[in-house]
């Protein structure tokens, strides 16, 4: 498997149950350093040969990658090659996961182009992600892509923050795109739409008091979301009892979406 986003609590909570089942696992972060300290921290220790963090896009902080895995870098520079790594390591990519998160709050009067294009990375993290793991997709026996988006995707979002909600959205109009064309190929493509989850949120963008309450009456199970609670759905999909799911939206926010 592979996996945006990995390094969060809530991408941490798959890979452990990715590896519980017997897959290996390729964490990708826009560090290698973050990805690393996410499997010392957040991983069972027994799995460790199991797992490897490496960076998604070398490039992107160049200095820092290289500083820190010059031996995997020097001769990696493109996302591409990360993908073909993977694939040397493990000798196969089964499940791409498009987990990548992370944004700060902006109303429609504060969001400008620099902003704008920030959200929109989660869309081309797992465009790009699906295309430069196609080869191996095509050789898998039970080839999965599932991306992780928030229910933001489905009504604008309980928050002011266009860009956020556009990315959101965009994402899950791609695994429809991925679903129709994918699917004759032999690989489904589906989406989970997460609630908040406030163990998997930037510091700044913790829920005050008030918000929370405010949240909590809209959720009908009465509670807020922990990051065990996308793991159901994910296992599900990734399993090859999921053969025929393909183009599926599974809402795990425990009914906010309709609270």
Same mark, same amino acid.
């Given at each position: 498997?592979?996996?945006?986003?990995?390094?969060?609590?809530?991408?941490?909570? =798959?890979?452990?149950?990715?590896?519980?089942?017997?897959?290996?696992?390729?964490?990708?972060?826009?560090?290698?350093?973050?990805? /690393?300290?996410?499997?010392?921290? #957040?991983?069972?220790?027994?799995?460790?040969?199991?797992?490897?963090?490496?960076? /998604?896009?070398?490039?992107?902080?160049?200095?820092?990658?290289?500083?820190?895995?010059?031996?995997?870098?020097?001769?990696?520079?493109?996302?591409?090659?990360? =993908?073909?790594?993977?694939?040397?390591?493990?000798?196969?990519?089964?499940?791409?996961?498009?987990?990548?998160?992370?944004?700060?709050?902006?109303?429609?009067?504060?969001?400008?182009?620099?902003?704008?294009?920030?959200?929109?990375?989660?869309?081309?993290?797992?465009?790009?992600?699906? #295309?430069?793991?196609?080869?191996?997709?095509? /050789?898998? #026996?039970?080839?999965?892509?599932?991306? =992780?988006?928030?229910?933001?995707?489905?009504?604008?979002?309980?928050?002011?923050?266009?860009?956020?909600?556009?990315?959101?959205?965009?994402?899950?109009?791609?695994?429809?795109?991925?679903?129709?064309?994918?699917?004759? #190929?032999?690989?489904?493509?589906?989406?989970?739409? =997460?609630?908040?989850?406030?163990?998997?949120?930037?510091?700044?963008?913790?829920?005050?008091?008030?918000?929370?309450?405010?949240?909590?009456?809209?959720?009908?199970?009465?509670?807020?979301?922990?990051?065990?609670?996308?793991?159901?759905?994910?296992?599900?999909?990734?399993?090859?009892?999921?053969?025929?799911?393909?183009?599926?939206?599974?809402?795990?926010?425990?009914?906010?979406?309709?609270?």
């Amino acid at each position: 498997m592979v996996i945006t986003g990995g390094a969060g609590n809530n991408g941490s909570a =798959i890979v452990n149950a990715a590896l519980e089942a017997g897959m290996n696992v390729a964490m990708l972060s826009g560090l290698h350093t973050k990805a /690393q300290k996410a499997i010392k921290e #957040k991983i069972n220790p027994k799995y460790h040969d199991h797992v490897i963090g490496i960076a /998604q896009n070398p490039k992107a902080k160049w200095e820092e990658n290289m500083e820190a895995a010059p031996e995997i870098y020097e001769t990696r520079t493109h996302m591409k090659d990360m =993908i073909d790594y993977v694939y040397e390591r493990f000798g196969s990519v089964d499940v791409v996961v498009n987990a990548k998160g992370g944004h700060i709050r902006y109303d429609f009067e504060h969001t400008d182009k620099t902003i704008w294009r920030h959200s929109m990375e989660v869309v081309e993290s797992a465009f790009v992600n699906a #295309k430069n793991a196609m080869p191996y997709l095509l /050789q898998s #026996k039970a080839p999965r892509i599932i991306n =992780i988006t928030t229910w933001d995707a489905r009504n604008g979002g309980y928050f002011l923050d266009p860009s956020f909600a556009a990315a959101r959205g965009g994402l899950e109009a791609l695994t429809y795109e991925m679903a129709r064309e994918f699917g004759p #190929k032999g690989i489904t493509s589906n989406c989970i739409l =997460i609630g908040h989850c406030e163990e998997d949120v930037p510091e700044e963008t913790t829920l005050s008091d008030e918000e929370r309450a405010r949240m909590l009456a809209r959720i009908p199970v009465g509670r807020m979301m922990v990051p065990q609670d996308v793991v159901g759905a994910f296992c599900f999909l990734a399993s090859e009892e999921a053969s025929f799911v393909n183009g599926a939206r599974i809402d795990v926010n425990g009914g906010l979406i309709v609270g």
